[in-house]
Nanobody
Framework: QVQLVESGGGLVQAGGSLRLSCVAS????????MGWFRQAPAKERELVAA????????WYADSVKGRFTIFGDNAKNTVYLQMNSLKPEDTAIYYC???????????WGQGTQVTVSS
């Protein structure tokens, strides 16, 4: 079973930046896709960015395009989410997840809180 550990959340002012990290315990065919989700209070969890270890184009939600960048470090089994130009509406718990495809996410991290003040 793949284990994921997130870090990097915190409190930042609007317009600021944060970088989230997610370390995976292993990489297998069942964990080729890596994604960052977020869940704000009283809202459903949503996928904001995804990438494949095997390559190909990454995916972004419209709400974060141009502001967030997902990238990976193969040697460290780590995926990052660089978040720039943060807005108060980006406030949420951010979760790292992995699975075989962009539509299957069986493994999840514990989440990290991101709070953007206005």
């Amino acid at each position: 079973q793949v284990q994921l550990v997130e870090s990097g959340g915190g409190l930042v002012q609007a317009g600021g930046s944060l970088r989230l990290s997610c370390v995976a315990s292993e990489r297998t065919l069942s964990s080729d896709a890596m994604g960052w989700f977020r869940q704000a209070p009283a809202k459903e969890r949503e996928l904001v960015a995804a990438i494949r270890w095997s390559g190909g184009r990454s995916w972004y939600a419209d709400s974060v395009k141009g502001r967030f960048t997902i990238f990976g470090d193969n040697a460290k089994n780590t995926v990052y989410l660089q978040m720039n130009s943060l807005k108060p509406e980006d406030t949420a718990i951010y979760y790292c997840a992995t699975g075989p495809t962009y539509s299957s996410w069986p493994y999840w991290g514990q989440g990290t809180q991101v709070t953007v003040s206005s």
